[in-house]
């Protein structure tokens, strides 16, 4: 029988398929004008976390988040299902450790292993939830940080999604296949042995918000 692995390697992804042109670059998927917002979260949250920390970004697409996790003088490590993103990484950042690896397997890496884990605007593309917080926490030290950005799915944004652009949001052929709120994702991270620390809305109004920015503690 197959290890998902080996099935993977077999076959191209969805991202290999819709979401990564072969000339696609690091900076081209830098454009988003909320990944500024992201950044500048993420570096006051690491300021508190001392220098040399090693981290796992997780479902690293192209690389521009890996990168820049190690430009802020961390040791970072890049896994993607995507052979072409994982490709497309190892050339533009050949200094920087990059693994083909889907985040709801097992993750090719020992217990205890890094200091956080990083994943940002990837969650809602993953089919088992479950299996991917149950792998960070495995790789995590105790007291390990995870920081997680996904599509904001409050209240009322949906009531609004429903009235104004349900059959746009949500196409049942779409990348997006998880849409959390506040509540639920703190709920399967606190049933995957995950204390949450914080958590931010980023973009527009609070209520309408963009993304969900969440850092949570490995209990």
């Given at each position: 029988?197959?290890?998902?692995?080996?099935?993977?390697?077999?076959?191209?992804?969805?991202?290999?398929?819709?979401?990564?042109?072969?000339?696609?670059?690091?900076?081209?998927?830098?454009?988003?004008?909320?990944?500024?917002?992201?950044?500048?979260?993420?570096?006051?949250?690491?300021?508190?976390?001392?220098?040399?920390?090693?981290?796992?970004?997780?479902?690293?697409?192209?690389?521009?988040?890996?990168?820049?996790?190690?430009?802020?003088?961390?040791?970072?490590?890049?896994?993607?299902?995507?052979?072409?993103?994982?490709?497309?990484?190892?050339?533009?950042?050949?200094?920087?450790?990059f693994?083909?690896?889907?985040?709801?397997?097992?993750?090719?890496?020992?217990?205890?292993?890094?200091?956080?884990?990083?994943?940002?605007?990837?969650?809602?593309?993953?089919?088992?939830?479950?299996?991917?917080?149950?792998?960070?926490?495995?790789?995590?030290?105790?007291?390990?940080?995870?920081?997680?950005?996904?599509?904001?799915?409050?209240?009322?944004?949906?009531?609004?999604?429903a009235?104004?652009?349900?059959?746009?949001?949500?196409?049942?052929?779409?990348?997006?296949?998880?849409?959390?709120?506040?509540?639920s994702?703190?709920?399967?991270?606190?049933?995957?042995?995950?204390?949450?620390?914080?958590?931010?809305?980023?973009?527009?109004?609070?209520?309408?918000?963009?993304?969900?920015?969440?850092?949570?503690?490995?209990?």
């Amino acid at each position: 029988m197959e290890s998902p692995q080996e099935q993977m390697a077999k076959d191209k992804t969805f991202f290999d398929v819709y979401s990564y042109a072969e000339d696609s670059t690091p900076q081209g998927a830098m454009d988003d004008p909320n990944r500024a917002a992201i950044r500048r979260r993420t570096k006051e949250v690491l300021a508190g976390l001392g220098r040399g920390i090693k981290i796992l970004d997780a479902a690293c697409g192209l690389g521009q988040d890996t990168r820049y996790l190690a430009s802020l003088g961390h040791k970072a490590w890049g896994i993607d299902s995507s052979t072409k993103a994982i490709r497309i990484a190892q050339h533009h950042f050949p200094e920087l450790p990059f693994i083909h690896a889907a985040i709801d397997t097992h993750l090719p890496f020992e217990d205890l292993f890094f200091d956080m884990v990083y994943s940002c605007l990837t969650i809602a593309h993953v089919l088992d939830t479950r299996k991917m917080f149950s792998e960070f926490n495995r790789v995590l030290v105790p007291g390990g940080h995870l920081v997680v950005i996904t599509p904001y799915h409050g209240l009322l944004k949906n009531l609004v999604l429903a009235v104004y652009g349900f059959e746009r949001h949500f196409q049942v052929d779409g990348e997006s296949i998880r849409f959390y709120s506040r509540k639920s994702l703190r709920n399967i991270l606190h049933a995957n042995g995950f204390s949450v620390e914080s958590m931010w809305r980023i973009g527009r109004i609070p209520p309408l918000a963009k993304a969900l920015y969440t850092v949570a503690c490995k209990a």
